[in-house]
């Protein structure tokens, strides 16, 4: 398949002045003569922009990937990048052409059998009976904090510097200052509620920390227990539950309490407000869990479909 002088001396180019190796060369050329071949008899060189956008679409349709689209929208700006600046042509028809975006890869997700395991070890550990009172707090602690952070899918930020009061108001709803400071509403589930006071009145008892504001204070700078003390101490704890530590973090059963919400048929918008996501296209990285949902909805539910 002929594909012109044009595209020779763009291969030319390449190797000459920005040392291009084989594999790379190879790689232009494949892309290259793929989109020649789309256009049929008119040389590539003469393609517009309607030409690229209808191209685009065909590789949606032959089933391309994202990532393989984006490299070969490359390899086109590349290829018109040099013919305007070589003169040979007038402009270039791949300037306002935009790369198919990418849905965001979802992080890490815990199991609901993996969260039960993790919080069921999380409260045995605080039952056990420790020699020091300050062990059996640290014990407390940590169980609250895990009991929070799934029942709500706090920030960890959030999570470490939340207030006192909010174990010692008798509500069903914490209220949140997020990014921002944007304020947010958040619902508490009971077995959290009743982690959060037990863990204040063993404080209280011990009498330790009585004039501090936070619900998990500490003697560090800021008066809170910190970001990177928990996630050491949640990673301990998935050890002795049997789970991979390199797994569970706190940010990973934030987006479990997500998941786990969407696959029990939460709306997305309410995800979106529980999260404190600003934009709905930041909590659209679980719309791959929606797709299951309704995969599964179809699959169980349709008349036709157990023939």
Do not use: C
Request: charged share 25%; hydrophobic share 40%; proline share 4%.
């Amino acid at each position: 398949m002929a594909t012109g002088f044009d595209l020779e001396s763009f291969l030319e180019m390449l190797a000459a002045e920005r040392g291009a190796a084989d594999n790379t060369l190879a790689g232009y050329r494949r892309d290259l003569e793929d989109f020649s071949g789309f256009l049929g008899r008119r040389r590539i060189a003469e393609a517009d922009q309607n030409d690229i956008a209808k191209y685009m679409t065909n590789l949606t349709k032959r089933g391309f990937a994202e990532s393989s689209q984006a490299r070969r929208l490359s390899a086109l700006k590349q290829f018109f990048k040099f013919l305007y600046s070589e003169g040979l042509r007038e402009d270039d028809p791949t300037r306002t052409v935009s790369a198919p975006k990418k849905r965001g890869a979802l992080p890490k997700v815990l199991s609901m059998e993996d969260v039960d395991r993790l919080l069921e070890t999380a409260q045995a550990e605080a039952e056990r009976p420790r020699e020091s009172a300050p062990a059996r707090l640290r014990a407390h602690r940590l169980h609250t904090l895990i009991e929070v952070l799934y029942a709500t899918g706090l920030r960890v930020s959030e999570l470490v510097s939340l207030p006192v009061q909010a174990a010692l108001r008798d509500a069903r709803l914490i209220e949140v200052k997020g990014k921002g400071g944007k304020e947010r509403l958040v619902p508490l589930s009971h077995t959290a509620q009743t982690a959060m006071k037990t863990y204040v009145e063993m404080r209280s008892a011990e009498g330790v920390y009585k004039n501090s504001p936070w619900l998990f204070p500490s003697h560090g700078d800021s008066g809170h227990l910190t970001r990177q003390h928990f996630a050491r101490e949640l990673k301990d704890l998935a050890a002795a539950a049997g789970l991979s530590a390199s797994k569970v973090s706190p940010h990973v059963l934030r987006h479990a309490f997500a998941s786990h919400l969407l696959q029990n048929g939460a709306d997305l918008r309410v995800v979106q407000q529980l999260l404190g996501h600003s934009d709905i296209s930041t909590t659209q990285i679980y719309t791959h869990v929606l797709d299951e949902r309704l995969r599964e909805l179809v699959e169980g539910a349709h008349p036709l479909a157990k023939k």
